[in-house]
């Protein structure tokens, strides 16, 4: 079955340290990647996205994320947390012949502490 | 410009009441979705309409909820004879196409009692 996993439920990393938040896919084929992050009483803000290319892909606010096709993953990573990042982070697909129909993952929430 | 607006924020009903959702999408989207988060969860699919039609209504969970949009712009999720259960965020997005990026409105949560 097509599913979407955020292993980390919650994640505390001290303020300047790095960050990388993980996400697994389970589908026979490469589907469209993105991360969301949405903060407290927020929408969801698109980070960024993968469709096809470089796997390495830029997004805002300093953020980066690596497709790997043998792993099924496509990890978040900011190399300096800032404490305005903390918030919750979820990772979604959009399986082939899925539309723009997001498929999401449970979330992971970032504490960052002072 | 103004994004996605969600109406209202908070809703509190009773068991058994109806209630509508109502959704602004951003000017000149076409797709237009709606999500179900409750707590703890990520958004669900509920429903995407391109232009008026709904192209895809398979996250209804149920025939207690409808959603129309009958010009195109403004949409509506109904439920009907609400349960405890019902109670979640319901999120709006609006894109472009169905090929652009999502922008998501900041939800209303609603409260069964």
């Known amino acids: 079955a097509q599913s979407v996993t955020q292993p980390d439920i919650h994640i505390t990393v001290s303020e300047g340290a790095s960050l990388e938040l993980r996400c697994n896919y389970s589908?026979?084929?490469?589907?469209?990647l993105f991360w969301y992050v949405q903060s407290p009483g927020q929408g969801l803000q698109l980070l960024l996205k993968?469709?096809?290319?470089?796997?390495l892909v830029q997004g805002i606010k300093g953020f980066e994320a690596e497709f790997k096709r043998s792993q099924s993953s496509f990890n978040l990573r900011k190399p300096s947390v800032h404490w305005s990042d903390a918030a919750e982070y979820f990772c979604a697909v959009v399986f082939t012949g899925g539309g723009n129909k997001l498929t999401f993952g449970t979330g992971t929430q970032l504490k960052v502490e002072l | 410009g103004a994004g996605v607006s969600q109406t209202p924020s908070n809703k509190v009903t009773e068991k058994g009441k109806y209630v509508e959702l109502r959704c602004d999408p951003i000017?000149?989207?076409?797709?237009l979705y709606w999500y179900r988060q409750s707590l703890g969860q990520g958004p669900e699919f509920l429903i995407y309409f391109q232009g008026t039609g709904a192209a895809d209504d398979s996250g209804l969970p149920n025939d207690r909820f409808f959603a129309v949009r009958p010009e195109g712009s403004v949409s509506t999720l109904k439920i009907q004879r609400t349960e405890r259960g019902d109670s979640a965020v319901y999120l709006c997005?609006?894109?472009?196409?169905?090929?652009?990026?999502?922008?998501f409105g900041n939800g209303t949560r609603l409260t069964v009692t």
């Open positions: 000017s000149g989207h076409t797709a």
């Open positions: 997005a609006s894109s472009l196409d169905s090929r652009s990026p999502l922008h």
């Open positions: 589908y026979g084929a490469t589907p469209y």
């Open positions: 993968y469709f096809s290319g470089d796997t």
